[in-house]
């Protein structure tokens, strides 16, 4: 396949799944739910000391608000939360599926968090902070004479989460990067004006550093700020070149920034493929980075090394890190190459990883035209996405344990303000990224997901529900016969036994190329359902550092052991985060005693690992454990097993 692809407009498909629906509704409720006064008290605070507010005038201009507390919006990386919010707002504002009043609520939110963060940009002109907006400073006079006081440290390499800064471009790039999806995809103008403004604080920070300064700046962590930053040139490159006036026309600036966060050292390294060359590295830190080299590449694609530096971590992370979830990391940390089950504890899979590894895995999709991105992210989308929400409350996971016996753990609605909190916002109100990406002359299906997708001169529906059919229906409704357009159905990386596609009542042989099955233009114009079966069954799958130990999967679906609830319990970890406490099991031995080796076993798994019928349980026969797996995506009342130690 030919790389002239990008991901469709997310007000163009909807997903009609009825449990992606309600994740969505759950999410949209939650976040209308926070008061957002309390969200912007940080931006009015920083910007009424930038003025020289004494506190009752500051106060005043909080509109009598504090920052939420707990979860780290009451500290030094206050305003994090702020940035996922008001992108997920801005994907929440264009979703088809929401109602025209819950539109009305969450642009009336998304507006009124634009106009205070204007309003507190506007009270820095003719300051030496002009354009500058943050929501993180601590009431004491050194911040108060200086609301940038972070960025000063950070340069001299002072970082104390407590005391004197945290990673303040970390959540400068959270900020950024929502200013940037609100103009994008809310069509609001005063939002680029107030990224433009911020960016051009941000280029003359860069502009200001020392090669020295500039290596420090890199050693503490920095989010994707050249990622946002590219992002942002690329939109004001295309305004002025239109010929709007709403382009910033210094935009090399903000190009000339984003390199600045080029971290070239590590991205050369990691070319290199050197043994355990990530570990002990934090990878929240780490992939960022490499999207941000993507980003490199899509605005310049002479620039083509930066998309080979993305493409040789991602494969990295993926072949030596990363669990059958699709999630990696220990404690947000990776560990060694190829040492997981070592490392399987109630602290895995930080979900702000995946959610990198998800964003990078489509946009190196879109720029390469390789399926085996499309692979991960389905995958991962499912099992660690879909898993991270509690279903009934619609809160959201910063761990998911990989250990045997512990459960998941969910932020509260205003008291855990996680970097999984602010991804989850974003997660759930953009479930329709992802299923499709177009061509000139191809719609590429990249997941099977019940959605409807509206495209030039056709609509698409399909129709899908792999926990109770394998067959996927698809619906080609053409309103312009001058449609010219292939679809591209991705062959799962999962098949059991031989797919079948029918047009109508005929059965045909598409044309396979890369994975992929192609139905013509002149198929979809004849008309007809398209009804592919894709043969679903029982796979095993181990770890590296452990041949025994296997995880199971039905189809797309990974497999988890329900465990009951009798042992959840909690406790606190690192800054402000909630793990579980302890596993319900003793121990994550299996003993089988209807084959003669694990290899047998596992050879004969759908003898020994039973699917109910109509239902997606599965009974594990044949073992010393009576034991019934479920889909882990909708495992967040219990504790769970994923991974079990099998023996003979």
């Known amino acids: 396949m030919n790389n002239n692809l990008r991901p469709i407009s997310l007000a163009s498909c909807e997903v009609s799944d009825k449990y992606y629906d309600e994740a969505l509704h759950l999410e949209v409720k939650n976040m209308l739910a926070l008061n957002p006064d309390r969200l912007v008290a940080g931006f009015r605070e920083t910007a009424g000391a930038i003025v020289g507010m004494n506190q009752s005038s500051r106060n005043s201009f909080m509109k009598g608000n504090e920052r939420y507390g707990g979860g780290w919006e009451n500290g030094l990386i206050g305003g994090h939360t702020l940035g996922h919010y008001i992108k997920a707002l801005a994907q929440a504002q264009i979703n088809p599926r929401l109602d025209s009043k819950e539109k009305k609520a969450v642009k009336e939110r998304l507006d009124y968090i634009i106009d205070a963060l204007d309003e507190c940009q506007n009270k820095t002109t003719g300051t030496a902070y002009e354009g500058y907006i943050f929501g993180a400073t601590l009431p004491t006079q050194d911040y108060l004479d200086n609301p940038a006081l972070q960025f000063d440290y950070v340069e001299e390499g002072k970082s104390d989460p407590f005391k004197q800064a945290w990673v303040p471009w970390y959540t400068m790039h959270k900020i950024l990067s929502g200013l940037n999806a609100t103009y994008l995809y809310a069509s609001n103008e005063k939002a680029l004006k107030v990224a433009n403004r911020l960016g051009s604080w941000i280029a003359n920070r860069c502009e200001s550093w020392s090669d020295e300064v500039h290596e420090t700046v890199l050693s503490i962590e920095y989010g994707g700020m050249n990622d946002c930053l590219y992002e942002l040139y690329e939109m004001n490159k295309k305004l002025v070149d239109a010929g709007n006036d709403l382009g910033y026309k210094d935009y090399e600036r903000f190009k000339n920034a984003a390199h600045a966060f080029d971290e070239v050292k590590l991205f050369k390294k990691v070319s290199t493929n050197e043994k355990d060359l990530l570990n002990d590295t934090h990878a929240n830190t780490t992939i960022p980075k490499f999207i941000g080299a993507l980003a490199r590449y899509e605005v310049d694609d002479t620039a083509s090394e930066y998309l080979d530096y993305a493409k040789d971590f991602f494969d990295m992370v993926i072949s030596k890190h990363t669990y059958i979830t699709g999630g990696n990391s220990e404690n947000e940390h990776f560990g060694r190459d190829n040492i997981l089950n070592a490392e399987r504890t109630h602290t895995n899979n930080e979900t702000c990883n995946t959610y990198n590894m998800i964003k ?59 970097c999984c909190t602010g991804t989850g916002y974003e997660n759930f109100t953009k479930l329709q990224d992802g299923i499709y990406f177009k061509g000139d002359d191809k719609l590429v299906v990249a997941m099977y997901v019940a959605s409807i997708y509206k495209g030039d001169g056709y609509t698409l529906t399909q129709e899908c529900d792999f926990t109770k059919s394998d067959k996927v229906k698809i619906r080609v409704d053409v309103v312009n016969k001058d449609t010219n357009v292939d679809l591209y159905l991705r062959i799962p990386h999962w098949l059991q036994g031989n797919p079948r596609v029918m047009v109508g009542s005929s059965i045909i042989e598409p044309k396979e190329e890369n994975g992929f099955y192609i139905i013509s233009k002149e198929l979809i114009l004849a008309g007809g359902d398209i009804t592919i079966t894709w043969p679903m069954g029982i796979s095993c799958h181990s770890l590296a550092d452990s041949k025994d130990t296997y995880a199971f999967c039905y189809g797309p679906y990974v497999l988890s052991a329900r465990l009951g609830d009798k042992h959840m319990k909690i406790k606190p970890h690192g800054i402000d985060v909630v793990v579980a406490a302890e596993k319900s099991v003793d121990s994550d031995d299996i003993v089988i005693t209807s084959e003669s080796s694990v290899d047998e076993f596992m050879k004969n798994i ?43």
Not at 401 to 407: E, K, L, N, R, S
Not at 620 to 647: A, C, P, R, V
Request: zero cysteines; hydrophobic letters at 35%; proline letters at 1%.
């Open 360 to 418: 990078m895995a489509r946009r190196l999709f879109a720029v390469t035209g390789d399926k085996k991105y499309l692979d991960y992210s389905a995958q991962t989308l499912i099992n660690a996405i879909m898993a991270s929400q509690n279903h009934a409350t619609g809160f959201t996971t910063y761990f998911q344990p990989m250990g045997t016996g512990f459960h998941k753990v969910f932020n509260t609605l205003d008291g855990n303000f996680w």
């Open 606 to 648: 759908s003898k020994h690992l039973i699917k109910q019928d109509d239902q997606m349980e599965f009974e594990l026969t044949g073992t010393n454990k009576k034991l019934i797996f479920t889909t882990h995506y909708n495992q967040y009342k219990e504790s769970y097993g994923i991974y079990w130690n099998y023996s003979v």
